[in-house]
């Protein structure tokens, strides 16, 4: 990837206080959810950060995005150095950066409509909306497979697959430079799943956003990433090009990792095609 | 006999319809894939068996589980059946999980309820050794910390080990395993295939990772538009699939030997 370089990670660090270990004079012993994390990230590049369940993937994302105070290490975007930023200053980072969390309904706000919702980055940036509010979210609504009528509806009323679209609508309405996406397409069935990739795709072509995509469906993966970032107890075990990381992969954990990748049988799929051939 | 039985469920908000007269049968033991659409009233039909619908909705039809009709069941019958002898794994759970309360506590408080004389501190003992069992690092330690400290797919295992903490008679399984890296996935479902060995529990699962489902049901129901389009054994499903809709599914599976190009789309539906 050539673009030009908008994320640029180095040793992020991020630890918690473990509970119940402060006392008065004795501060928390500390737990290290990301404990170095370092990469790039580039226009058009879709960086995939893969690996174990609460290694550090959404936190890093969540260091990256700014929506954390990281410990030690650095975030620069597009060339600035904008990891203490605080407050308003911090209004650049929200433009540039858009993030869809893993959690679809705890990150809507149920008293809202999915208008509001939609809208609500363009309106805190005090930007203008495109075509007016209205027609700009039926139009977002209808790119991601929804109902564009079901613009006055609150989270509750919608499927969990759906409360992920919205989430993925509300990132895109700001047309960010940098797009994180954490499990974004966790809770679709495969042909939205491949709309929305297929939509992801042609928006990065158009646009040339860079994209950290974190998810654990490894075909998905290989789909969608231009590099991989595999992860285990808060580090990167191993990191390259998608070919280079699914074609040879190096570390014993990635190697694991791609073996234990779930297959329908191969005799049901064989006569599956055989069947479909014939008809 | 069937263990659930459901027949012509209907499930309505106003005049908006979203699950649309369907049925399907689950033996004793049995487990039972259910896939489909997103929106296709996989969540709802799950929660009108639990009988945890949303205000607002109305639900009609036959919902038979061991003889008894849950849908004319009385709230209190109700309770002593959820969580009991029919478990839920929620496909949110962030917002299932009590905010509040540690998970330790949260585990411990489901198994304390259903299991009567059994001391707080016993049950946090539980609690350690459920977490342990879904593969959450340094239980011991964790046990005391809050649902928003753990990582997601730590979360999805919380509410998997309170559902299997009371040896239910059927696990509903709504999307468990979404945020887990494939291997602590695997580990899972060998844990569900454990202890339904072990306990004769039987599995609605639902998701939408089809592989998924061809290695863990024995029956495959697929929906579109809150009804069934196509039911069959797990082996007809995934080799001769008859129903156009579940033929394009299929097809659209992203496999991790496939080409990289576009992905397939069936087009239609939201
Ligand atoms: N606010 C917090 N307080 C304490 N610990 C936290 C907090 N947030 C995350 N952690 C811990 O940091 C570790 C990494 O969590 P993170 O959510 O980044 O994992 P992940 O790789 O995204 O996992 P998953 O794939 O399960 O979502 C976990 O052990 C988690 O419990
Ligand atoms: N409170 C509500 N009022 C009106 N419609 C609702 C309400 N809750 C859900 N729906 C609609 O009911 C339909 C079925 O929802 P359900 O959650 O059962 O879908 P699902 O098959 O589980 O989808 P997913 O795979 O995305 O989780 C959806 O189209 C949804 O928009
Ligand atoms: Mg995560
Ligand atoms: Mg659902």
Known sequence: ?279 | MSLLRVNDLTVKFGDVTVVDGLGFELPKGGSLGIVGESGSGKSMTSLAVMGLLPKGALCTGEISFDGIDLNTLSERRMREIRGDRIAMIFQDPLSSLNPYYTVGTQIAEAYRSHRSGVSRRAARQVAIEAMERVHIKEAGRRVDDYPHQFSGGMRQRVMIAMALSTEPELIIADEPTTALDVTVQAQILDLLAEVRRDTGAALIMITHDLAVVSEVADTVVVMRYGDVVETGSTEQIFSDPRHPYTQALLDAVPRIDDEIGDLRTLGGGS
């Not at chain 1, 989430?167 to 499990?183: K, N, S, T, W, Y």
């Not at chain 1, 954990?253 to 006569?271: F, G, M, N, S």
């Open chain 1, 1 to 279: 990837m050539t673009g030009e370089l908008l994320l640029r990670a180095r040793d992020l660090v991020k630890q918690f206080p473990v509970a119940g270990t402060a006392g008065l004079f004795r501060p928390a012993r500390l737990f290290t959810a990301v404990g170095g994390v370092s990469f790039d990230l580039h226009a058009g590049e879709t960086l995939a950060l893969v690996g174990e369940s609460g290694s550090g993937k959404s936190t890093t994302a969540r260091l990256a995005a700014r929506l954390l105070d990281v410990t030690s290490g650095t975030v620069e975007l597009a060339g600035q150095d904008v990891t203490t930023r605080k407050g308003k200053d911090l209004a650049a980072v929200r433009r540039t950066v858009q993030v869809v969390f893993q959690d679809p309904f705890s990150s809507l706000n149920p008293r809202h409509t999915v208008e509001r919702i939609v809208t609500a980055p363009l309106l805190y940036q005090k930007r203008d909306i495109p075509g007016g509010s209205r027609e700009f979210t039926r139009t977002l609504l209808d790119r991601v497979g929804l109902n564009p009528d079901w613009l006055n509806r609150y989270p509750a009323q919608f499927s969990g697959g759906q409360a992920q679209r919205i989430g993925i609508a509300r990132a895109l309405a700001v047309g960010p430079r940098v797009l994180v996406c954490d499990e974004a397409v966790s809770a679709l069935d495969v042909s939205v799943q491949a709309q929305i990739i297929n939509l992801l795709r042609d928006l990065q072509a158009e646009e040339g956003f860079g994209c950290l995509f974190i998810a654990h469906d490894l075909a998905v993966v290989r789909q969608i990433a231009t590099s991989v970032a595999v992860m285990t107890a808060g580090r990167v075990v191993e990191a390259g090009d998608r070919d280079t990381v699914f074609g040879d992969p190096q570390h014993e954990y990635t190697r694991r990792l791609l073996a234990a990748v779930p297959r329908i049988r191969p005799e049901w799929e064989a006569a599956r095609r055989a069947k479909a051939a014939a008809r």
